[in-house]
């Protein structure tokens, strides 16, 4: 796993189609926001099974569900 440190407005880039960018910090929170291609699908990984994320890491990287946690 890849731990970075963003401020406000920062973003990270993840291949050349995604970015993910901090709106805001406070108090224990982070708001992020994600930008995508339709093709991938982007969701909280509390609403992932954990049948579905073994799952996913069999898939190519190009079409790979990209899992968002949001703490």
């Known amino acids: 796993m890849l731990v970075l440190t963003r401020k406000k ?3 990270i880039h ?3 189609n995604v970015v993910v960018k901090v709106i805001s910090t406070g108090r224990g929170k982070v708001k992020i ?9 982007v969701r ?3 609403l992932v099974s954990a049948d579905e994320s073994e799952s996913d890491e069999d898939e190519p990287l190009n ?5 968002t946690a949001l703490a």
């Open 63 to 67: 079409t790979m569900t990209y899992e």
């Open 33 to 41: 926001g994600i930008a995508a291609p339709t093709t991938i699908r």
């Open 44 to 46: 909280r990984g509390e």
């Open 14 to 16: 993840i291949g050349g």
């Open 9 to 11: 407005n920062e973003t």
